[in-house]
């Protein structure tokens, strides 16, 4: 079975300054790779570039083909991205924009038949947002604005996921639900899933690898208690941790100084 993503000698520069150097990465069908790393390493570019929105020099085959060579439609169908920090357009309902992720699917100046209201609607109740489809997104919190991405990320039914900090802005209880979602489509839909975290907990309970970038190259690369070490963790986030041992995985918590 081909990768979802095969990312081969990754190369991003902006203004002659490299920003992510000779990167080689692979996320198969149903797995979650995880990319974390202090902050300015490169994360949010190298999830950029796969979904085609940085400059990127290097290889990038989705699913067995070259991205280059995929229209903008299709590629659209395969790889759905939550940026860390997305637009919100004004004016719009959560439902409305929620529909966008629905664009690859309509007719050419066709409109939304009821299969794709549908997805939206059941998008929007597995988020714990049915309540919220007629509010408008200048009106929602941070966290609410947080599950709406998401939601129209997951509208879109991709088979590679994107997704930069996405419980960034979330109560524990909310961060567990995206989790959760985000895991069970993975295991029930063969869901792909590329995405950058801060809560290196967090990113160990749900990832199957761990990468972690620094300064644009992959530093260490493994199973959460491969790459949660303290040794590791004070190194490149220059940071004072204590990794503790749990049943679920390693916890990464900070520590005082003397
Ligand atoms: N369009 C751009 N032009 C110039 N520099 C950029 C551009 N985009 C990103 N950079 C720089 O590239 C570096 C990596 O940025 P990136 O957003 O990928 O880091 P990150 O690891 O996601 O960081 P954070 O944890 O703070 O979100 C930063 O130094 C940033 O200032």
């Not at 309509?106 to 939206?120: C, H, I, K, M, Y």
């Not at 947080?146 to 996405?166: K, M, N, S």
């Amino acid at each position: 079975m081909s990768a979802a993503v095969a990312v081969r000698g990754l190369r991003v520069e902006y203004g002659g300054v490299r920003i992510v150097g000779d990167v080689d990465l692979d996320v198969s069908p149903g797995e979650w790779v995880t990319v974390i790393g202090p902050n300015g390493a490169g994360k949010s570019t190298l999830l950029r570039a796969v979904a085609g929105l940085a400059p990127a020099t290097g290889t990038i085959a989705l699913f067995g083909t070259p991205a280059a060579r995929l229209r903008r439609r299709e590629r659209a169908r395969l790889v759905a991205m939550v940026p860390q920090t997305p637009v919100v357009p004004a004016g719009m309902r959560v439902f409305d924009y929620t529909l966008l992720g629905r664009t690859p699917y309509l007719p050419r100046f066709g409109r939304e038949s009821a299969g794709d209201t549908a997805v939206v609607r059941d998008v929007l109740a597995r988020l714990d947002l049915p309540d919220y489809a007629g509010r408008m997104l200048t009106t929602l919190s941070g966290g609410e604005l947080q599950r709406v991405f998401l939601a129209r990320a997951l509208a879109q039914e991709p088979q590679l996921l994107l997704l930069d900090e996405p419980t960034s802005a979330l109560d524990i209880g909310h961060q567990q639900e995206v989790m959760d979602l985000v895991d069970r489509l993975r295991h029930d839909r063969g869901l792909a899933v590329l995405s950058t975290m801060h809560d290196l907990s967090l990113a160990g309970l749900y990832a199957d690898r761990i990468v972690l970038l620094a300064g644009g190259e992959v530093a260490a690369a493994g199973t959460a208690r491969q790459v949660l070490a303290e040794d590791t963790l004070t190194r490149y986030y220059r940071a004072r941790v204590r990794v503790l041992e749990t049943p679920d995985g390693p916890m990464v918590v900070p520590a005082r100084g003397s």
